[in-house]
């Protein structure tokens, strides 16, 4: 597990995702945006508003949850009328991490531009645009899977 943690607000998660979309814009049009499912459905929501994109579809795929990490598998793929191996549309996620599930997409639509809003070293390379780099032992917290609680100061914790 990470030894740092980034906490996202949803304020600053609409702000990154904002200025994902102001590097985007010159890279357009697009047919539409192929949103990776969870963590991209919000990012993938403004960047089309922004982008004025109406045409969104989705991809699944399922890598790991709290506990462990697995095999991937896509348990939902894009629609069969993204032709062209995707050239023309837009990935969009909110993380690149290691790079497992960017793979997997990456092999689905080759010519697609694939974006995301943060990105860890590891997988920096497979992503065409992200906005901000975190440290690969960094945990980010998203604020869909987080609640306001009290949280001991850093000297209290050990961490320094």
């Known amino acids: 597990m990470a030894e740092r943690y980034y906490t996202v607000s949803w304020d600053q998660l609409h702000r990154d995702s904002k200025a994902l979309a102001w ?10 945006i192929v949103a990776i499912t969870r963590g991209g459905l919000i990012p993938a929501a403004i ?4 982008l004025e994109a109406r045409l969104i579809e989705t991809v699944s795929v399922v890598t790991y949850n709290e506990e462990q990490r697995g095999q991937p598998a896509v348990v939902k793929p ?4 993204i032709a062209g ?3 023309g549309w837009l990935i969009v996620d909110d993380l690149v991490d290691t790079g497992t599930t960017a ?4 092999a689905l639509l080759p010519k697609a531009h694939f974006a ?15 906005v901000t780099e975190v440290s690969q032992d960094t945990w980010i917290l998203f604020p869909w899977d987080t609640e ?3 949280v001991a100061p850093i000297a209290r914790s050990g961490q320094r």
């Open 47 to 50: 960047v089309a508003r922004e």
């Open 23 to 32: 590097r985007l814009v010159e890279r357009g049009p697009f047919h539409g």
């Open 116 to 130: 995301t809003v943060y990105a860890k070293p590891k997988g920096r390379p497979l992503v065409d645009t992200f």
């Open 103 to 106: 793979r997997v997409v990456r």
């Open 148 to 150: 306001a609680q009290f």
């Open 85 to 87: 191996a995707g050239e």
């Open 78 to 81: 894009p629609a069969a009328a």
